[in-house]
Protein backbone atom coordinates (compact mmCIF):
# COMPACT_ATOMS: atom_id res chain seq x y z
CA UNK A 1 0.00 0.00 0.00
CA UNK A 2 1.36 3.26 -0.75
CA UNK A 3 -0.53 6.81 -1.38
CA UNK A 4 2.10 9.00 -3.07
CA UNK A 5 1.38 12.89 -2.95
CA UNK A 6 0.81 14.70 -6.09
CA UNK A 7 2.87 17.58 -6.08
CA UNK A 8 3.01 20.80 -8.47
CA UNK A 9 6.30 20.96 -8.19
CA UNK A 10 8.73 18.12 -7.88
CA UNK A 11 10.16 16.76 -4.54
CA UNK A 12 12.21 13.68 -3.70
CA UNK A 13 10.84 10.63 -3.86
CA UNK A 14 11.26 9.77 0.33
CA UNK A 15 8.73 13.42 0.84
CA UNK A 16 6.22 12.43 -2.06
CA UNK A 17 6.10 9.10 -0.84
CA UNK A 18 5.78 9.42 3.08
CA UNK A 19 2.27 9.82 4.07
CA UNK A 20 0.35 8.66 7.49
CA UNK A 21 -1.30 5.39 7.48
CA UNK A 22 -3.72 3.92 9.48
CA UNK A 23 -3.71 0.65 8.76
CA UNK A 24 -0.27 -1.37 9.70
CA UNK A 25 0.46 -5.21 8.87
CA UNK A 26 1.80 -7.14 11.85
CA UNK A 27 4.96 -7.62 9.98
CA UNK A 28 7.78 -6.62 12.69
CA UNK A 29 10.76 -4.01 12.54
CA UNK A 30 13.80 -5.18 12.89
CA UNK A 31 16.33 -4.01 15.77
CA UNK A 32 18.44 -2.34 13.17
CA UNK A 33 16.05 -0.25 11.24
CA UNK A 34 14.63 0.59 14.69
CA UNK A 35 18.38 2.28 15.50
CA UNK A 36 19.03 3.78 11.57
CA UNK A 37 15.53 5.67 12.35
CA UNK A 38 16.80 7.30 15.89
CA UNK A 39 20.39 7.73 14.49
CA UNK A 40 18.22 9.67 11.86
CA UNK A 41 16.67 11.68 14.44
CA UNK A 42 19.98 12.04 16.35
CA UNK A 43 21.69 14.29 13.24
CA UNK A 44 18.33 17.04 13.15
CA UNK A 45 19.70 20.07 13.86
CA UNK A 46 18.81 22.27 17.50
CA UNK A 47 18.95 25.85 18.89
CA UNK A 48 22.15 25.90 20.28
CA UNK A 49 22.90 21.88 19.36
CA UNK A 50 20.54 21.15 22.26
CA UNK A 51 19.22 18.11 20.75
CA UNK A 52 15.90 18.27 23.10
CA UNK A 53 14.56 14.98 21.71
CA UNK A 54 14.18 12.33 23.64
CA UNK A 55 12.00 9.01 22.39
CA UNK A 56 10.29 6.22 24.70
CA UNK A 57 9.54 3.06 22.44
CA UNK A 58 7.40 0.12 22.64
CA UNK A 59 7.41 -2.62 20.22
CA UNK A 60 4.75 -5.66 20.55
CA UNK A 61 7.66 -7.80 21.34
CA UNK A 62 7.44 -6.85 24.89
CA UNK A 63 3.38 -6.56 25.33
CA UNK A 64 3.43 -5.07 29.15
CA UNK A 65 4.95 -2.17 27.70
CA UNK A 66 3.32 -1.92 24.41
CA UNK A 67 -0.02 -2.09 26.53
CA UNK A 68 1.38 0.41 28.85
CA UNK A 69 2.53 3.11 25.64
CA UNK A 70 -0.77 2.26 23.91
CA UNK A 71 -3.15 3.35 26.71
CA UNK A 72 -1.33 6.53 26.74
CA UNK A 73 -3.18 7.52 23.62
CA UNK A 74 -6.11 8.74 23.23
CA UNK A 75 -9.17 6.00 22.54
CA UNK A 76 -9.83 7.07 19.17
CA UNK A 77 -5.64 6.38 18.20
CA UNK A 78 -5.74 3.22 20.38
CA UNK A 79 -8.34 1.98 18.08
CA UNK A 80 -5.50 1.53 15.02
CA UNK A 81 -2.42 2.03 16.56
CA UNK A 82 -3.00 -1.12 18.61
CA UNK A 83 -2.24 -2.78 15.31
CA UNK A 84 1.13 -1.45 14.53
CA UNK A 85 4.35 -2.97 15.51
CA UNK A 86 6.02 -0.01 17.27
CA UNK A 87 4.83 2.74 19.51
CA UNK A 88 6.93 6.44 20.56
CA UNK A 89 6.38 9.13 22.41
CA UNK A 90 8.35 12.25 21.53
CA UNK A 91 9.08 14.13 24.62
CA UNK A 92 10.88 17.61 24.99
CA UNK A 93 13.47 18.86 27.46
CA UNK A 94 12.05 22.41 27.73
CA UNK A 95 15.10 24.00 29.45
CA UNK A 96 18.82 24.35 27.98
CA UNK A 97 21.40 22.26 29.85
CA UNK A 98 23.72 24.69 29.33
CA UNK A 99 21.82 27.47 31.54
CA UNK A 100 18.57 25.82 32.74
CA UNK A 101 16.69 28.75 30.78
CA UNK A 102 13.64 27.70 28.64
CA UNK A 103 13.83 26.20 25.05
CA UNK A 104 11.36 28.15 22.86
CA UNK A 105 12.31 26.29 20.07
CA UNK A 106 12.17 22.55 21.68
CA UNK A 107 8.79 21.94 20.22
CA UNK A 108 9.90 22.31 16.98
CA UNK A 109 13.26 20.87 17.05
CA UNK A 110 11.50 18.04 18.54
CA UNK A 111 9.56 17.94 15.06
CA UNK A 112 12.85 18.27 13.21
CA UNK A 113 14.31 15.12 14.62
CA UNK A 114 10.72 13.24 13.99
CA UNK A 115 10.80 14.25 10.84
CA UNK A 116 14.17 13.08 10.22
CA UNK A 117 13.21 9.83 12.19
CA UNK A 118 10.21 9.53 9.50
CA UNK A 119 12.32 9.94 5.94
CA UNK A 120 14.85 7.81 7.36
CA UNK A 121 11.34 5.33 7.98
CA UNK A 122 9.71 6.19 4.50
CA UNK A 123 13.30 5.73 2.81
CA UNK A 124 13.56 2.36 4.48
CA UNK A 125 9.68 1.38 3.34
CA UNK A 126 8.26 1.88 6.76
CA UNK A 127 5.46 4.26 7.73
CA UNK A 128 5.27 6.49 10.55
CA UNK A 129 1.84 8.24 11.86
CA UNK A 130 2.16 10.96 14.13
CA UNK A 131 -0.75 11.27 17.13
CA UNK A 132 -1.21 14.29 19.13
CA UNK A 133 -4.11 12.52 20.63
CA UNK A 134 -2.29 11.40 23.71
CA UNK A 135 -2.85 11.70 27.41
CA UNK A 136 -0.09 14.24 28.30
CA UNK A 137 -0.68 13.73 31.98
CA UNK A 138 -0.84 10.03 32.05
CA UNK A 139 2.54 10.03 29.96
CA UNK A 140 3.67 12.15 32.88
CA UNK A 141 2.98 10.05 35.45
CA UNK A 142 3.31 6.82 33.34
CA UNK A 143 6.80 7.06 33.15
CA UNK A 144 7.56 9.53 35.66
CA UNK A 145 8.92 12.54 33.90
CA UNK A 146 10.83 14.91 34.99
CA UNK A 147 9.59 18.31 35.33
CA UNK A 148 11.33 20.53 32.42
CA UNK A 149 9.89 17.47 30.16
CA UNK A 150 7.01 17.49 27.99
CA UNK A 151 5.13 14.65 26.34
CA UNK A 152 4.88 16.19 22.68
CA UNK A 153 3.24 13.68 20.23
CA UNK A 154 2.43 9.90 19.56
CA UNK A 155 4.17 7.95 16.59
CA UNK A 156 2.61 4.67 14.96
CA UNK A 157 5.62 2.87 13.27
CA UNK A 158 5.21 -0.20 10.78
CA UNK A 159 4.75 -1.60 7.32
CA UNK A 160 1.57 -0.02 5.88
CA UNK A 161 -1.09 -2.73 4.94
CA UNK A 162 -1.98 -3.77 2.18
CA UNK A 163 -5.81 -1.66 1.47
CA UNK A 164 -8.06 -4.60 1.07
CA UNK A 165 -6.78 -5.63 4.41
CA UNK A 166 -7.15 -2.62 6.65
CA UNK A 167 -10.57 -3.03 8.23
CA UNK A 168 -13.10 -0.27 8.44
CA UNK A 169 -13.54 2.25 9.03
CA UNK A 170 -9.61 2.90 8.66
CA UNK A 171 -9.85 1.59 5.14
CA UNK A 172 -11.83 4.72 3.63
CA UNK A 173 -9.59 6.90 5.28
CA UNK A 174 -6.56 5.11 3.92
CA UNK A 175 -8.32 5.49 0.95
CA UNK A 176 -9.04 8.99 0.58
CA UNK A 177 -7.43 11.62 -1.77
CA UNK A 178 -4.32 13.35 0.12
CA UNK A 179 -5.37 17.43 0.22
CA UNK A 180 -2.95 20.08 1.05
CA UNK A 181 -3.31 24.43 0.32
CA UNK A 182 -0.55 25.33 -2.97
CA UNK A 183 2.31 27.03 -2.09
CA UNK A 184 0.70 30.65 -2.76
CA UNK A 185 -1.48 30.49 -0.03
CA UNK A 186 2.00 29.74 2.89
CA UNK A 187 4.50 31.47 1.20
CA UNK A 188 4.45 35.12 1.52
CA UNK A 189 6.53 38.25 0.43
CA UNK A 190 6.63 41.80 1.83
CA UNK A 191 3.29 41.82 3.26
CA UNK A 192 2.08 38.87 5.71
CA UNK A 193 -0.32 37.03 3.37
CA UNK A 194 0.51 38.40 0.51
CA UNK A 195 1.66 35.20 -2.20
CA UNK A 196 4.99 34.98 -3.13
CA UNK A 197 5.18 35.79 -6.90
CA UNK A 198 7.20 33.05 -7.91
CA UNK A 199 4.60 30.59 -6.39
CA UNK A 200 2.14 31.80 -9.13
CA UNK A 201 4.89 31.01 -11.92
CA UNK B 1 31.91 22.17 1.06
CA UNK B 2 30.53 19.77 2.62
CA UNK B 3 30.59 18.63 6.12
CA UNK B 4 28.97 14.79 6.30
CA UNK B 5 27.62 13.40 9.78
CA UNK B 6 29.45 10.39 11.27
CA UNK B 7 26.48 8.13 12.01
CA UNK B 8 27.16 4.97 14.09
CA UNK B 9 24.31 3.16 11.87
CA UNK B 10 23.24 3.56 8.53
CA UNK B 11 21.30 6.71 7.49
CA UNK B 12 20.03 7.81 4.28
CA UNK B 13 22.30 9.90 2.27
CA UNK B 14 20.00 13.36 2.31
CA UNK B 15 19.97 13.27 6.00
CA UNK B 16 24.14 12.32 6.52
CA UNK B 17 25.18 15.47 4.18
CA UNK B 18 22.76 17.88 5.52
CA UNK B 19 24.34 20.15 8.31
CA UNK B 20 24.03 24.08 8.73
CA UNK B 21 26.50 26.47 7.05
CA UNK B 22 27.63 29.92 7.88
CA UNK B 23 29.63 29.97 5.12
CA UNK B 24 27.50 30.94 2.12
CA UNK B 25 28.43 31.82 -1.50
CA UNK B 26 26.73 34.24 -3.62
CA UNK B 27 25.46 32.06 -6.39
CA UNK B 28 21.48 33.05 -6.26
CA UNK B 29 18.86 30.40 -5.81
CA UNK B 30 16.58 29.88 -8.54
CA UNK B 31 12.78 30.20 -8.13
CA UNK B 32 12.04 26.66 -9.70
CA UNK B 33 14.28 25.43 -6.72
CA UNK B 34 12.27 27.87 -4.09
CA UNK B 35 8.57 26.42 -5.66
CA UNK B 36 10.52 23.15 -4.97
CA UNK B 37 11.45 24.07 -1.37
CA UNK B 38 8.14 24.76 -0.44
CA UNK B 39 6.66 22.35 -2.23
CA UNK B 40 8.26 19.51 -0.17
CA UNK B 41 7.19 21.24 2.87
CA UNK B 42 3.46 21.62 1.38
CA UNK B 43 3.25 17.70 1.84
CA UNK B 44 4.56 17.36 5.62
CA UNK B 45 1.95 16.00 8.18
CA UNK B 46 0.25 17.96 10.59
CA UNK B 47 -2.56 17.57 13.58
CA UNK B 48 -5.64 17.21 11.63
CA UNK B 49 -3.93 18.07 8.50
CA UNK B 50 -4.50 21.99 10.05
CA UNK B 51 -1.13 22.71 7.84
CA UNK B 52 -0.04 25.62 10.37
CA UNK B 53 2.57 26.78 9.06
CA UNK B 54 3.58 29.68 6.78
CA UNK B 55 6.62 31.34 5.49
CA UNK B 56 8.06 34.87 4.68
CA UNK B 57 10.41 34.64 1.87
CA UNK B 58 12.84 37.69 1.48
CA UNK B 59 15.67 37.00 -1.74
CA UNK B 60 18.97 39.21 -2.28
CA UNK B 61 16.64 39.96 -5.88
CA UNK B 62 14.59 42.75 -3.89
CA UNK B 63 17.41 44.59 -1.50
CA UNK B 64 14.49 46.44 0.08
CA UNK B 65 12.73 43.39 1.25
CA UNK B 66 16.00 41.20 2.18
CA UNK B 67 17.40 44.37 4.13
CA UNK B 68 13.58 44.40 5.85
CA UNK B 69 13.57 40.72 6.94
CA UNK B 70 17.68 40.65 8.30
CA UNK B 71 16.87 43.69 10.73
CA UNK B 72 14.11 40.77 12.21
CA UNK B 73 17.09 38.63 13.06
CA UNK B 74 19.61 39.13 16.37
CA UNK B 75 23.07 40.78 15.64
CA UNK B 76 24.76 38.16 15.65
CA UNK B 77 22.95 35.88 12.83
CA UNK B 78 22.79 38.94 10.82
CA UNK B 79 26.45 38.79 10.60
CA UNK B 80 26.97 35.65 8.76
CA UNK B 81 23.29 35.11 7.29
CA UNK B 82 23.47 39.01 5.00
CA UNK B 83 25.80 36.64 3.08
CA UNK B 84 22.91 34.36 2.24
CA UNK B 85 20.85 34.68 -0.95
CA UNK B 86 17.92 33.67 0.78
CA UNK B 87 15.98 34.23 3.61
CA UNK B 88 12.94 32.96 5.44
CA UNK B 89 11.13 33.26 8.85
CA UNK B 90 8.51 30.52 9.63
CA UNK B 91 5.73 31.30 11.18
CA UNK B 92 2.75 29.24 13.36
CA UNK B 93 -0.75 29.91 12.78
CA UNK B 94 -1.89 28.66 16.39
CA UNK B 95 -5.52 27.92 16.47
CA UNK B 96 -7.28 25.21 14.16
CA UNK B 97 -8.94 27.13 11.68
CA UNK B 98 -12.20 24.49 11.98
CA UNK B 99 -12.96 25.57 15.52
CA UNK B 100 -10.37 28.40 16.25
CA UNK B 101 -9.14 26.17 19.71
CA UNK B 102 -5.44 26.63 20.35
CA UNK B 103 -3.41 23.91 18.38
CA UNK B 104 -0.59 22.91 20.53
CA UNK B 105 1.31 21.16 17.65
CA UNK B 106 1.68 24.33 15.95
CA UNK B 107 5.22 24.59 16.75
CA UNK B 108 5.83 20.51 16.08
CA UNK B 109 4.27 20.59 13.21
CA UNK B 110 5.89 24.15 11.75
CA UNK B 111 9.50 22.05 12.18
CA UNK B 112 7.97 18.95 10.56
CA UNK B 113 7.16 21.21 7.26
CA UNK B 114 10.78 22.82 7.77
CA UNK B 115 12.54 19.75 7.53
CA UNK B 116 10.77 18.33 4.87
CA UNK B 117 11.87 21.89 3.30
CA UNK B 118 15.51 21.64 4.26
CA UNK B 119 15.42 17.92 2.91
CA UNK B 120 14.36 19.07 -0.52
CA UNK B 121 17.16 21.45 -0.30
CA UNK B 122 19.60 19.40 0.60
CA UNK B 123 18.69 17.07 -2.32
CA UNK B 124 19.19 20.03 -4.58
CA UNK B 125 22.88 20.48 -3.01
CA UNK B 126 21.90 23.84 -1.42
CA UNK B 127 22.09 23.98 2.36
CA UNK B 128 20.07 25.64 5.19
CA UNK B 129 20.67 26.91 8.52
CA UNK B 130 18.02 27.32 11.11
CA UNK B 131 17.97 30.40 13.59
CA UNK B 132 16.34 30.56 16.74
CA UNK B 133 17.82 34.13 17.72
CA UNK B 134 15.20 36.16 15.67
CA UNK B 135 13.29 39.49 16.66
CA UNK B 136 9.53 38.01 17.49
CA UNK B 137 8.30 41.62 18.68
CA UNK B 138 9.72 43.83 15.64
CA UNK B 139 8.46 40.43 13.07
CA UNK B 140 4.81 40.53 14.63
CA UNK B 141 4.83 44.50 13.97
CA UNK B 142 7.16 44.77 10.65
CA UNK B 143 5.02 42.16 8.84
CA UNK B 144 1.95 42.76 10.89
CA UNK B 145 1.10 39.65 11.82
CA UNK B 146 -2.30 38.33 13.25
CA UNK B 147 -2.49 37.60 16.98
CA UNK B 148 -3.03 34.14 16.40
CA UNK B 149 0.27 33.61 13.81
CA UNK B 150 3.33 33.51 16.04
CA UNK B 151 7.20 33.79 14.53
CA UNK B 152 8.97 30.74 15.02
CA UNK B 153 12.74 30.51 13.72
CA UNK B 154 14.58 31.92 11.04
CA UNK B 155 15.80 29.99 8.14
CA UNK B 156 19.26 30.99 6.04
CA UNK B 157 18.96 29.31 2.37
CA UNK B 158 21.70 29.13 -0.16
CA UNK B 159 25.06 27.16 -1.72
CA UNK B 160 27.51 26.53 1.22
CA UNK B 161 30.92 28.27 0.47
CA UNK B 162 33.98 26.66 -0.14
CA UNK B 163 35.58 26.46 3.27
CA UNK B 164 38.69 28.70 2.11
CA UNK B 165 36.17 31.39 1.35
CA UNK B 166 34.37 31.66 4.79
CA UNK B 167 35.67 34.43 6.43
CA UNK B 168 36.38 34.07 10.19
CA UNK B 169 35.16 33.86 13.01
CA UNK B 170 32.64 31.14 10.82
CA UNK B 171 35.33 29.69 8.95
CA UNK B 172 36.20 28.09 12.26
CA UNK B 173 32.61 27.58 13.05
CA UNK B 174 32.04 25.47 10.05
CA UNK B 175 35.57 23.46 9.97
CA UNK B 176 34.52 22.54 13.50
CA UNK B 177 33.69 18.97 14.38
CA UNK B 178 29.96 17.55 14.22
CA UNK B 179 29.03 16.20 17.61
CA UNK B 180 25.41 14.24 18.79
CA UNK B 181 24.36 12.51 22.26
CA UNK B 182 24.34 9.05 21.03
CA UNK B 183 21.35 7.02 20.57
CA UNK B 184 21.04 5.13 23.69
CA UNK B 185 21.49 8.76 25.61
CA UNK B 186 17.97 9.62 24.35
CA UNK B 187 15.69 6.60 23.09
CA UNK B 188 14.31 5.15 26.15
CA UNK B 189 12.31 1.51 26.82
CA UNK B 190 10.17 1.22 30.64
CA UNK B 191 11.45 4.20 32.35
CA UNK B 192 12.42 7.51 31.52
CA UNK B 193 16.29 7.97 31.12
CA UNK B 194 16.70 3.98 30.58
CA UNK B 195 18.13 3.06 27.37
CA UNK B 196 16.12 1.00 25.18
CA UNK B 197 19.32 -2.04 24.69
CA UNK B 198 18.74 -2.59 20.97
CA UNK B 199 20.48 0.77 21.07
CA UNK B 200 23.55 -0.95 22.48
CA UNK B 201 23.61 -3.59 20.07
Known amino acids: MSKAATPDHPIHDVLSSRWSPYGFSDRPVSEHDLCCLFEAARWAASSFNEQPWRFLVATKDDPK ?42 WHDVGLASASLTFEATARGLSAHWMAGIHRDKIRSEYELPGDFEPVTGIAIGYAEAIEDVPEPFRKRDSGTRTRRSIDEFVFIGDFGESAPFTKG
Chains 1, 2 share one sequence.
Not at 71 to 79: G, K, P, T, Y
Not at 80 to 104: C, E, H, M, Q, Y
Request: overall charge positive.
Open 65 to 106: EFARMLSCLSDANQEWAKRAPVLILSVASTKFSRNDKPNGSA
